[in-house]
């Protein structure tokens, strides 16, 4: 393709990624960034294999090393403190060729936008609309300033002000719990330092996992209704409550973690969507598969995107729409399948039949190493780096 000029809009992980992927190749590549200050929502995310490869290809492999946590077993303990299932991950490693790697969100998006560079990156401007024509798209700002560009890449979350132009009206789920999450610094008395500890029971679970500088990602996750608040200063006191009685390790995290510095979050995913692109215009990351977080794919199918759509935007030479409508076939049935699978392992982790948690509790005792292995090779393989 020629040298395209591109606009996208958001600048979390898959817009960041994408315009570092599509800078690479050569193109003009502006981002727009509605808030004034780049501040992830959340404290850490896990990377698994397939979006460590893609940002590998970026150029990124050892600056992500750098700021990832070694994680080298994944465990799963009752409320009652016993251990239900042992996975040594480093087999997973071996068969996908890649390790993955848990990092606060600040270091990752940090590192995605120095590699992107600051000079094309436009903090402060929100995004209110869209329109094309046979040549051009143009990405209308809330101050009245339009940007044309060869296509726009609608990167803007799960919230996204495009999607409704690119698919219609579409009302994000939620999910029916709540997510606490944050960084502690490591210490034994909470987890092993390169094990991803999952304890589960009553349809709740609380997780800890290593990233970069000697800190554990934390999260929590319980059933609620929806709409919720609870002020930061109140939510230790929260945590305390809802995890009454659990292991020691667990009251300890709760102990120690700053409230001030608890993300508190209420979860929800979008049904899998038909069309991810319009004409010029493309949906991205979030804004086209939000899904909740149980399988920990969504930052990774964000990165997913970023490689696919920038293969077709080089690839071919036919028109930009036709470059898009390849990205859209090469991505729907992946992402769909991942956020209803992630979807339905959510239900089961959080009570929504008791039955059915009750079965999986027995079932992490029962199944084998291999098995959960074969499952999360399955996953990351799917991507497009093999
Ligand atoms: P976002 O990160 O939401 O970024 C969108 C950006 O667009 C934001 O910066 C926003 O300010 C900006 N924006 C919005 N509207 C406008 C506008 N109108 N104009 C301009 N800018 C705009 N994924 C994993 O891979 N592994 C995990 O372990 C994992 N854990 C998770 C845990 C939790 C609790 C949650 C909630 C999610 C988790 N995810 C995980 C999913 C992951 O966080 C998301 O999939 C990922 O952040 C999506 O990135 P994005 O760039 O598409 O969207």
């Not at 997973?92 to 993955?100: A, M, Q, T």
């Not at 060869?150 to 698919?167: K, N, P």
């Not at 219609?168 to 944050?182: K, L, S």
Request: charged content about 25%; aromatic content about 6%.
């Amino acid at each position: 393709m020629y040298n395209l000029k591109v606009t996208i809009i958001g600048a979390g992980i898959g817009g960041l990624t994408t315009g570092i992927a599509l800078k690479n190749i050569g193109y003009d590549v502006e981002i727009y960034e509605r808030t004034r200050e780049l501040r992830p929502a959340g404290a850490g995310i896990s990377l698994w294999s397939n979006g460590i490869k893609v940002l590998n290809r970026l150029g990124l492999g050892e600056k992500v090393a750098a700021i990832g946590g070694e994680m080298n077993r994944m465990e799963y303990r009752s409320h009652t403190d016993e251990q239900l299932s042992a996975i040594d991950l480093r087999p997973l490693v071996d068969r996908v060729g890649e390790r993955p790697y848990p990092v606060a969100r600040t270091d990752l998006q940090q590192m995605l936008r120095d590699a992107f560079g600051k000079d094309k990156l436009h903090l402060g401007c929100k995004c209110v609309g869209v329109e094309q024509d046979e040549t051009s798209a143009t990405a209308i700002f809330e101050d009245g300033d339009r940007v044309k560009s060869d296509l726009i890449i609608s990167a803007d979350g799960i919230h996204s002000t495009i999607r409704e132009y690119v698919t219609g009206e579409v009302t994000p789920r939620f999910a029916d719990y709540v997510n606490w999450n944050g960084l502690v610094a490591a210490s034994d008395d909470l987890c092993e330092a390169d094990n991803w500890v999952i304890y589960v029971g009553e349809g709740k679970r609380a997780s800890m996992m290593p990233v970069g500088d000697n800190r554990f990602y934390f999260f929590f996750g319980c059933p609620m209704k929806q709409g919720t608040v609870v002020e930061p200063e109140d939510r230790q006191k929260e945590l305390k409550d809802i995890f009454a009685g659990w292991p020691q390790a667990v009251r300890n995290l709760i102990d120690r973690l700053n409230p001030l510095e608890t993300n508190r979050l209420e979860i929800a995913d979008l049904d899998p969507l038909d069309t991810l692109v319009k004409g010029r215009v493309a949906l991205l990351g979030d804004a086209g598969h939000a899904t909740t977080p149980t399988l920990g794919q969504g930052g990774c199918q964000a990165i997913e995107d970023a490689e696919i759509l920038s293969r077709y935007l080089v690839s071919t030479n036919i028109s930009v729409s036709d470059a898009l409508k390849r990205y859209e076939q090469a991505r729907k049935d992946r992402v769909s399948q991942l956020v209803l699978k992630a979807r339905q392992r959510t239900d089961t982790i959080y009570g929504k039949d008791e039955n059915v948690t009750a079965a999986w509790y027995k079932q992490l005792e029962q199944e084998s190493e291999s098995n959960v292995i074969d499952a999360l090779a399955k996953v990351i393989l799917g991507g497009p780096l093999q």
